[in-house]
């Protein structure tokens, strides 16, 4: 599978506890983006990496959430003493970055979701 | 400020109807994408079109066109002869600036269609 693969599909948790997704990118891509979908809603922005760097962290909801992507490659999502408003759908997508600029291959490739329910 | 509006919560049609899906933007950027995407029972986001702002002419692949009129700033999606496997949500985005995908989403439009 070639896709963008992110894990657990499904976490429940209880109020309080921490939890943290993974994220593995499409090999050759190196922008990662993570975005949060409520329910009825559609996705929203929450950070981005090229490569190990986060480049914009400003649309995390709260100081409770950080990201992470150490190498460059997979990232990782973690949101400490989770709250019920935090039950969601969390997306990881990926692009290559073009530097020649407009490019149908910078399209983002979305992974299937990982989904969070806080009791 | 919602920077992008879908106004139709839910459709529904019959097999063979064609069904346009409403899309408005907002943006004070000069250089943005337009996107639409799909959202199937299965969860999965699938890409079907992006413009950028410099190009507004109109596009048709196979049973999908896209009508994109930046004096009303809207961007309209057309499903002809529907299919049920059409059956999904769709969103409209907007991605300001050229580069940077930090895109901004609409609510979502739930397109049903019946056999």
């Known amino acids: 599978d070639t896709g963008v693969s992110q894990d657990p599909r499904h976490k429940i948790t209880k109020r309080g506890q921490n939890v943290t997704f993974r994220c593995d990118p499409i090999?050759?891509?190196?922008?990662l983006y993570w975005y949060r979908q409520t329910l009825g809603q559609g996705p929203e922005f929450l950070t981005y990496?090229?490569?190990?760097?986060?480049?914009?962290k400003s649309r995390l909801l709260s100081d409770r959430f950080s990201a992470e992507r150490p190498k460059g490659s997979f990232s990782t999502l973690e949101i400490q003493r989770t709250e019920q408003g935090d039950s969601a759908m969390y997306l990881c997508?990926?692009?290559?970055?073009?530097?020649?600029?407009?490019?149908?291959?910078?399209?983002?490739?979305f992974g299937a979701g990982s989904r969070l329910t806080v009791l | 400020a919602q920077k992008v509006t879908q106004a139709q919560t839910e459709i529904s049609v019959v097999e063979k109807e064609d069904v346009t899906l409403d899309c408005v933007y907002e943006?004070?950027?000069?250089?943005?994408?337009l996107f639409w995407y799909k959202q199937p029972p299965s969860g999965e986001l699938v890409f079907l079109i992006r413009?950028?702002?410099?190009?507004?002419q109109n596009e048709i692949s196979g049973r999908y066109s896209w009508n994109f009129q930046k004096s009303t700033s809207s961007f309209n999606f057309t499903i002809t002869a529907s299919q049920v496997v059409d059956s999904a949500v769709y969103f409209c985005?907007?991605?300001?600036?050229?580069?940077?995908?930090?895109?901004?989403f609409g609510a979502g439009t739930t397109v049903t269609v019946r056999a």
């Open positions: 090999s050759e891509h190196n922008r």
């Open positions: 997508a990926s692009n290559p970055r073009d530097s020649k600029g407009d490019s149908g291959a910078n399209v983002l490739t």
């Open positions: 943006t004070r950027d000069t250089t943005y994408y």
């Open positions: 990496f090229q490569n190990e760097a986060q480049l914009e």
């Open positions: 985005a907007l991605s300001e600036g050229f580069g940077d995908y930090k895109l901004s």
């Open positions: 413009r950028n702002s410099f190009d507004e």
